[in-house]
C-alpha cells in the first residue's frame, strides 16, 4: 500500500504543476479520448493491466495526468514520451525499437524462416529419392484403417467417375 | 501437532520416491523384475501417502488453524468451507503438494496398467515419473513446507518448519484470507485443470524416455500414451479456456486473453502438445517423423515445467525476484537437467529411429502435418521469445520493458490465419501421395460456397480485410470438414446399404480420432468467429452519469439509475452495486448490475461486470468510480464485445469433441487393424 501512496503523492504534484494551464484552457478532455491513449500504457506497479483498466490509485492519477496534457493541446506522441522519460521504456507495451531491444523483433522471424528453410529442404530430400512415377504407382502400402471407408469411399467416387 | 505429522509423511513419501528411482533403474540393470516390482508398489505407495499428508493440509485449512503459515495465508474465518478446501491451491506451498499429488495419481494409474507386450518400459516409466514427483515433493519439503508454523523469536515472527530454539509458537486471530479473483468458479477448476494437464504430458515423456533407454524403435510408445496425450490436452485446453472466462468475469478489463506471460507460461506447452498431437499420428500412420516426435514430447515436457516455474517462481515480476526465491534457482536447474539428459539420450539413439517410409509428395498429409507442426512451433518461439525478452533486457542492460498484446498479436495473427487455411486442406489430401490435382479437385467444392460467405459480409457492410479473411477461413474450415463427413457417409451408406444417419453414425464412431477431431475442429472455428468479432470489432466508451444520465455505445443506451454500498460483515465484504438499464434502439432490454467488491481481509478490490450477453454481442458494464448518489455520478466504462459468445460455445462443442474422441473403448486395448475389413482384432496385431 505504501508505494501506492507514494505514487499518488507524486502523482498528485505533477498533476497540480499543470493545473493552471488546465484552468486556462477550459475544456476537459472525455474519459474516451484519455483511455485512447491509457490503454496503451502500463504502469511500473500493475503488471501486465493497461493503464485504461488498472483499478489502483496510481493508475487513475495517470490518467488524470494524460487528461490534463490533452487539455494542454499535447499530442499522443508527446504524452507517452513524457512517461517514457519519467519511468522508462517499461510503460509502453513494446520495447521501443532501438538498440537491443530489435532483437525482440528480429529474433522469432528469423527462426521461423529457418525452420520453414529445414523443412522445406527436409520435404524436398525425402521426396526426391522416390521415382517420380510413385505417384501414380500402386505401391502404396495399405491404407491406415482410420481411412477404411474414405478409401472405399474414394475407390467409389472413381468407378462413378 | 498434526501439521508436524503432515510433514513427516511428506518427508517419508520423499523417501519412498527416491527408492523407487534407484530399486527401478538397479532393477533394470540388474534384470531384476522382483526389484522392478519392488519399484512398482513403491511408487504405488507415493498415492496414498500423499493423499494423507493433503488430507491433513485440508483438515488443518478447514479447521482454521491459523499457527499453520500456509492456513493464514489463504483462509480467513469469514470463508465458506468448499473455499477453504479449494485453498489447497490457492497458495505457493500447497499448489506445489497439488501438482505432487496430480503427478501421483497419474503415475499410479500407469503403473496399474497391464504391462504384457512392454514390459521392458516399465522401470523406465518409474524412474522418470518418480524422479518428477521427488523433484515436486523436494520442493515441500526444503522451500515450500505448507505445514511451516509460526514461532516468535528474538528477530520477530515467522514461519518454521522446526520450533527454532527458544521460539514461541504463535497463533494469529484470523487469516489473510484467500486472493479474492481466485474466489470465483472458473478460478476454482481452472488451476487444477492445467495442473491435470501440465501433469498429465509427464507419462507421455516417460514413456518417451523409455523407448529411448530402451531402444525399442517402434510406435508402442505413442500408441499406449495416445489417450494420456489427447487426456492431457484437453485438460490443458480446458484450463485455458477456464482461465479466459474468469479473466472476463472477474478481471475487468472486457477481454478474456491479455498475453500475459502467465497466461503464455500455460499456452506454451499446449502449442508444443497440439504439435505432438498431430505429428504423432504420422508416425503411427506412415512410420516417419520418429525423431520430431521425441523432440516434441521433450520440449513438451520442458515446458511444462518451464510454465510452473515461471508461474511459481516470480521471475517474471523481476528477474531479481527470481534470485530471491528459493525455488527458482531449483525448478531451473531441475529443467536444465532434464531437458540436457533427454536430448542427450535422444542423440544417442539418432540413427536407431529411421523413418519406414518416405516423404512422397509436398502436398501429402504427412508434408501439410509438418507444415502445422512449423506454424505451432512459430507462435511457440513468438510466444517464447515475449516472455523471455524482458528477462534478458533487464539482466543485460539493467532495462525492463514490456512485451505486450500489440507483439503477440501482430506476430501470430497471420500465423494463426495460415494455420486455419491448413486445418481446412490437409483433411482432404491423403496420406502418402497427394497431387495438386487430387486436392483441387476435393477442395473446390467446399471453397465455392465458402467464398460466398466474406461476400455477403462484405455487402452486410463489413469492409474489414481481415475480418473477411478470417470469415472466409472460418467456413472454409467447417464447410471442408462437413462435406468430407458428408463424403464418407454416403460412401458408406452405398456400400452398406445403411440409411444415411446410422451410417454417419457408424463411421463416426469407428473412426472416433478422425471425425472428433473434426468436431473440434469446428469447435476451434466457432472460437475464431468469437476471437475475430471481440479482437476487431470491440468498441467502448466511459463516461461519469448523474443519476438519470445515459451512455451510448453501438446502439445501445445504458442508464444511469442508482448505486448502493453495503458491508456484508459476515463474509468481509463491501458491496458497491449499481442498477443500470439498458436500452436498444429505444427498446428496454433490462437491468445490470456492474459492482465492486472490496474484501476487507486481503484489501483487494474486484470489479465485477453487468454482463448482458447473446449471441450476436456482449454489452460489458464496469462501474469504474462512484460517489454517494447526492455528491454527484458514478463512472462507467461499456465495453461492446460482438460474437464474444461464440468464444464459449465452441469451448463446449471443443469439450464435446474431446470426450468423443478420447471416451474409453469397451475394449480396454484398442489394436488398429493392418488389414481386412471392419474385423476388429483382439491384442495380437501389434
Redesign the interface.
Known amino acids: ?1 505504501k508505494r501506492y501512496l507514494w505514487f499518488a503523492l507524486l502523482f498528485t504534484l505533477l498533476t497540480a504543476s499543470m493545473a493552471f494551464s488546465v484552468l486556462a484552457q477550459g475544456s476537459s478532455p ?3 479520448e484519455v ?1 485512447a491513449i491509457a490503454k496503451q500504457l ?1 504502469c ?1 506497479v500493475c ?4 493503464l485504461d ?1 488498472c ?1 489502483t490509485l496510481a493508475c ?1 492519477e495517470w490518467r488524470e495526468e494524460i487528461r490534463s496534457m490533452l487539455a494542454d493541446g499535447k499530442s499522443e506522441a508527446e504524452i507517452k514520451q513524457h512517461f517514457v522519460d519519467y519511468y ?8 521501443p525499437r532501438t ?3 530489435w ?2 523483433y528480429v ?2 522471424p528469423v ?2 524462416v529457418a ?2 528453410f529445414v ?1 522445406f529442404r ?3 530430400n ?2 526426391r ?2 521415382d517420380p512415377e ?2 501414380t504407382a500402386s505401391d ?11 478409401a ?3 475407390a ?2 472413381k468407378n462413378k467417375r | 501437532m498434526l501439521a508436524d505429522f503432515g510433514f513427516g509423511v511428506l518427508a517419508v513419501t520423499f523417501i519412498v520416491t527416491i527408492y523407487s528411482v534407484v530399486t527401478a533403474f538397479l532393477g533394470d540393470r540388474r534384470g531384476s523384475s522382483e526389484m522392478v516390482e519392488s519399484a512398482r508398489r513403491a511408487q504405488l505407495l507415493t498415492f496414498p501417502l500423499i493423499s494423507l499428508s493433503a488430507g491433513i493440509l485440508i483438515y488443518l485449512l478447514v479447521t482454521n488453524q491459523f499457527d499453520v503459515s500456509f492456513v493464514y495465508e489463504v483462509t480467513s474465518r469469514g470463508m465458506p468451507a468448499y473455499l477453504r478446501v479449494t485453498a489447497w491451491w490457492g497458495g505457493q506451498a500447497g499448489s506445489l503438494l497439488f501438482w505432487a499429488w496430480l503427478l501421483s495419481a497419474f503415475t499410479s494409474a500407469v503403473t496399474l496398467r497391464k504391462w504384457e507386450r512392454d514390459r521392458e518400459f516399465l522401470p523406465w516409466v518409474i524412474v522418470v515419473s518418480s524422479i518428477t514427483l521427488a523433484f515436486f515433493l523436494s520442493m515441500n519439503l526444503f522451500f515450500e513446507n505448507p505445514f511451516a508454523r509460526f514461532y516468535q523469536t528474538a528477530s520477530g515472527v515467522a514461519a518454521y518448519t522446526f520450533q527454532p530454539a527458544g521460539g514461541i509458537p504463535v497463533t494469529p486471530q484470523d487469516g489473510r484470507g484467500l486472493n479474492p479473483l481466485l474466489r470465483h468458479p472458473g478460478m476454482i477448476i481452472h488451476p487444477p485443470m492445467l495442473y491435470l494437464g501440465f501433469v498429465s504430458f509427464v507419462i507421455p515423456f516417460a514413456f518417451a524416455i523409455a523407448a529411448l533407454v530402451t531402444g525399442r524403435t517402434d510406435d508402442r510408445w505413442t500408441r499406449v500414451t495416445r489417450r494420456w496425450t489427447l487426456w492431457a490436452w484437453t485438460f490443458l485446453s480446458l484450463g485455458l479456456v477456464l482461465g479466459g472466462r474468469w479473466a472476463y468475469d472477474v478481471l ?3 477481454g478474456y486473453w ?1 498475453w ?2 502467465v497466461e503464455i507460461a500455460a499456452f506454451m506447452p499446449w502449442l508444443s502438445g497440439t504439435a505432438f498431437l498431430h505429428s504423432v499420428m504420422i508416425q ?3 512410420g516417419m517423423l520418429k525423431h520430431w516426435n521425441m523432440i516434441l514430447i521433450i520440449l513438451t515436457y520442458a515446458l511444462v515445467i518451464f510454465g510452473t516455474f515461471l508461474t511459481r517462481s516470480g521471475v ?2 523481476s528477474v531479481h525476484a527470481f534470485a530471491q526465491s528459493a525455488i527458482g534457482p531449483m525448478f531451473f536447474a531441475f529443467i536444465g537437467l532434464t531437458f540436457i539428459t533427454s536430448v542427450s539420450l535422444l542423440m544417442w539413439r539418432w540413427p536407431d529411429l529411421k523413418s519406414e ?6 502436398l501429402s498429409r504427412e ?1 501439410f502435418f ?2 502445422n507442426n ?1 506454424l505451432f ?2 507462435v511457440l ?2 510466444c517464447f ?2 516472455v523471455i ?1 524482458p528477462l ?2 533487464e539482466l ?2 539493467g ?9 503477440y498479436e501482430r ?1 501470430n495473427a497471420p500465423i494463426f490465419g495460415t494455420l486455419m487455411a491448413l486445418m481446412g486442406i490437409a483433411p482432404l489430401s491423403a ?3 497427394s ?1 495438386a490435382l487430387t486436392l483441387g479437385r476435393a477442395l473446390w467444392k467446399p471453397t465455392l460456397p465458402a467464398l460466398l460467405v466474406p461476400i455477403l459480409a462484405y455487402l452486410a457492410g463489413f469492409t474489414n480485410w481481415i475480418a473477411l479473411t478470417g470469415f472466409f477461413l472460418v467456413a472454409f474450415v467447417i464447410f471442408v470438414t462437413l462435406f468430407d463427413t458428408y ?2 457417409a ?3 451408406q ?2 452398406q446399404n445403411e440409411h444415411f444417419l446410422t451410417a454417419l453414425g457408424r ?1 463416426a464412431s ?2 472416433r ?2 471425425y472428433g477431431g473434426y468436431l473440434i475442429h469446428i469447435s476451434m472455428m466457432l472460437m475464431a468467429v468469437g476471437i475475430l468479432g471481440i479482437e476487431l470489432f470491440q468498441t ?5 452519469l448523474a443519476q438519470g444520465d445515459s451512455l451510448q455505445l453501438s446502439g445501445y443506451q445504458v442508464q444511469y439509475k442508482e448505486v448502493a454500498s453495503w458491508d456484508d460483515q459476515a463474509a468481509g465484504v463491501n458491496y458497491t452495486r449499481a442498477v443500470v438499464e439498458v436500452y436498444k434502439d429505444g427498446k428496454w432490454l433490462g437491468e445490470l448490475h456492474p459492482r465492486i467488491d472490496h474484501y476487507f481481509d486481503s ?1 483487494q ?1 474486484m ?1 465485477i461486470p453487468g454482463l448482458r450477453s447473446t449471441l450476436q454481442d456482449d454489452l460489458y458494464i464496469l462501474l ?2 462512484w460517489q454517494p448518489v447526492s455528491a454527484g455520478g458514478a ?1 462507467f ?1 461499456i465495453y461492446h464485445n460482438p460474437l464474444v459468445n461464440w468464444l464459449w460455445i465452441g469451448s463446449l462443442v471443443f469439450l464435446a469433441g474431446m470426450l468423443f474422441t478420447s471416451w474409453p473403448d469397451r475394449d480396454p486395448s484398442p489394436i ?4 481386412g ?2 474385423v476388429r482384432q483382439p491384442a495380437a496385431a501389434d
Do not use: C
Open positions: 500500500m472525455t474519459d474516451d483511455n502500463y511500473p503488471e501486465n493491466t493497461p483498466v483499478p487513475k522508462g521504456a517499461r510503460v509502453l507495451a513494446e520495447p538498440g537491443l531491444n532483437l525482440v529474433v522469432p527462426l521461423i525452420g520453414a523443412l527436409a520435404l524436398r525425402w521426396s529419392p522416390s510413385a505417384d502404396e502400402p495399405q491404407p491406415a484403417p482410420d481411412d477404411e471407408y474414405i472405399r469411399m474414394e467409389d467416387l | 475487468g478489463w472486457g491479455g500475459d506471460p503411427e500412420k506412415r517474471l515480476s517410409t518416405e516423404m512422397k509428395s509436398m508434408a509438418l507444415l512449423l512451433l512459430s518461439v513468438v521469445w515475449g525478452f534478458i533486457s543485460t542492460t532495462q525492463k520493458v514490456t512485451v505486450g498484446p500489440p507483439f506476430a496420406w502418402g501421395k497431387t463424403r464418407g454416403r460412401a458408406r452405398r456400400a463411421l469407428r473412426n480420432r478422425r467502448e466508451t466511459q463516461g461519469t484489501q478490490t470489479t469504474v468510480d463512472t466504462k488398429p487393424v493392418r488389414a475389413k471392419h
